[in-house]
């Protein structure tokens, strides 16, 4: 119970904040664009625009959504309430991803008139979409403005998305999937190129381990860092 009234007041807070009006004009604007590409090319395009960009949107959007409630003092208040710190971080990865697959949808539905694997898709985009929340609030838990978030996240973006180019066929070598990005990437390509049943099940697995470390680390963070203010 405490978990969903997380959930719900994540949806409006982030809501009445303007992040869904930002990204609907966004989503349509990936919509116009995408549409005007060349059939030959969309089977690369909107693999990477839904990767790129709803699949990272948590990155983004934690940060902003850290950084107002450290001003307007919700932290402080969650400090004094019966919600936990893994319950107060799933109510942010559920909502955050929640809105990247509607919009990862919407964006397919849209675009993409050939046959795909729906199942792989929304797999892919969950795990990598919250791979992202929770790495995005690594990058902005110890800020303080937005300006230093900003500056933070890019060192932290180049790291997790430069090793995503050997996907699409820059030296692309086994190796890079130890990076989460990249499986993730792989897993969503596979959704509409076809994949392996192996391949699924290895990346599946390893992204779910990936995310379940993750947000232990991030939950320490977040009672050390943010609750404690140290």
Not at 188 to 194: M, S, T, V
């Amino acid at each position: 119970m405490r978990l969903l009234n997380a959930f719900r007041a994540d949806i409006r807070f982030q809501f009445k904040q303007g992040f869904y009006l930002v990204y609907v004009l966004l989503t349509f604007i990936y919509m116009i664009v995408l549409a005007k590409f060349p059939h030959e090319w969309k089977e690369l395009a909107v693999p990477l625009v839904v990767f790129s960009d709803p699949s990272m949107v948590g990155f983004f959007f934690i940060g902003a959504i850290v950084m107002l409630e450290k001003v307007q003092g919700v932290l402080q208040y969650v400090m004094v309430t019966p919600l936990r710190s893994i319950e107060y971080l799933l109510a942010k990865v559920l909502s955050l991803t929640i809105l990247a697959i509607t919009a990862a949808t919407m964006i397919v539905l849209v675009t993409y008139h050939e046959p795909l694997d729906w199942f792989i898709l929304i797999v892919s985009i969950t795990l990598t979409s919250s791979f992202f929340v929770l790495y995005g609030f690594i990058a902005a838990a110890d800020c303080s403005t937005m300006n230093q978030y900003f500056i933070k996240m890019i060192p932290y973006m180049l790291l997790i998305v430069l090793p995503c180019f050997s996907v699409i066929g820059f030296s692309y070598s086994w190796i890079f999937n130890i990076f989460p990005s990249v499986a993730g990437l792989q897993l969503l390509f596979g959704a509409f190129n076809g994949i392996g049943s192996k391949g699924i099940l290895t990346l599946t697995i390893y992204l779910l381990i990936v995310n379940a470390v993750l947000l232990y680390h991030v939950k320490n963070i977040f009672e050390k860092i943010v609750t404690k203010g140290e």
